[in-house]
């Protein structure tokens, strides 16, 4: 039981580290993402040269979220504040979910039932931690893929933008360690629920 206990405090902790970089990338890479789509090349007297348009969803042109002419919300609300609200609201709810968390591990459980809670949730465990190391496996393939395709076939390395690619590549981790954060959160909070 106490190398139960210990090993869920690490996978606590390695979730946690998770939940917050997660956060901090929905924080960094829409900023990162808007800076490359709407940077004027410097030195060009501010004239943007014609866009090449090679296809897919890398070559799509995002307007500036920040210009309330392009694109308005509720009445002149510029995307980029829409956007960032709705961060806010994914940070109350994860407050929220926190909040849920604390109370139902702090609930008082009878013995035997906790055991076979702490039983059900070390199953669970391994099969999350068995999945995560395949979809980490995958990853590496699909990651390879994705600098191939975008940096070498659809010449970004050699425009100057690698830090598209590297954008393209870390959303992909996001959505991974979102999916792999909520899996895990379900399953502790159905063990403690139980």
Same mark, same amino acid.
């Given at each position: 039981m106490m190398s139960l206990n210990r090993s869920g405090q690490q996978l606590k902790r390695a979730l946690v580290s998770v939940a917050s970089m997660l956060f901090t990338w929905l924080l960094v890479l829409p900023a990162l993402a808007q800076?490359?789509?709407?940077?004027?090349?410097a030195g060009n007297g501010g004239v943007v040269p014609p866009v090449v348009h090679r296809g897919g969803e890398a070559s799509l042109i995002v307007p500036r979220l920040d210009d309330p002419s392009v694109a308005s919300f509720f009445g002149g609300t510029a995307g980029a504040t829409l956007l960032y609200a709705g961060i806010g609201v $994914?940070?109350?709810?994860? /407050?929220?979910?926190f909040m849920i968390y604390k109370n139902l591990e702090n609930a008082p459980v009878h013995k035997s039932m906790l055991e076979v809670s702490e039983l059900i949730y070390?199953? $669970?465990?391994?099969?999350? /931690?068995?999945?995560?190391?395949?979809?980490?496996?995958?990853?590496l393939f699909i990651g390879s893929i994705i600098v191939y395709y975008f940096g070498i076939a659809q010449h970004y390395f050699a425009e100057g933008k690698a830090g598209q690619v590297f954008i393209i590549l870390g959303f992909s981790l996001v959505g991974i360690a979102g999916s792999c954060a909520v899996a895990w959160f379900g399953i502790r909070v159905n063990t403690f629920a139980n």
């Open positions: 800076e490359h789509m709407g940077a004027a090349p $994914c940070a109350v709810g994860m /407050l929220f979910a070390a199953t $669970c465990k391994t099969y999350l /931690l068995t999945q995560l190391k395949f979809i980490m496996i995958l990853e």
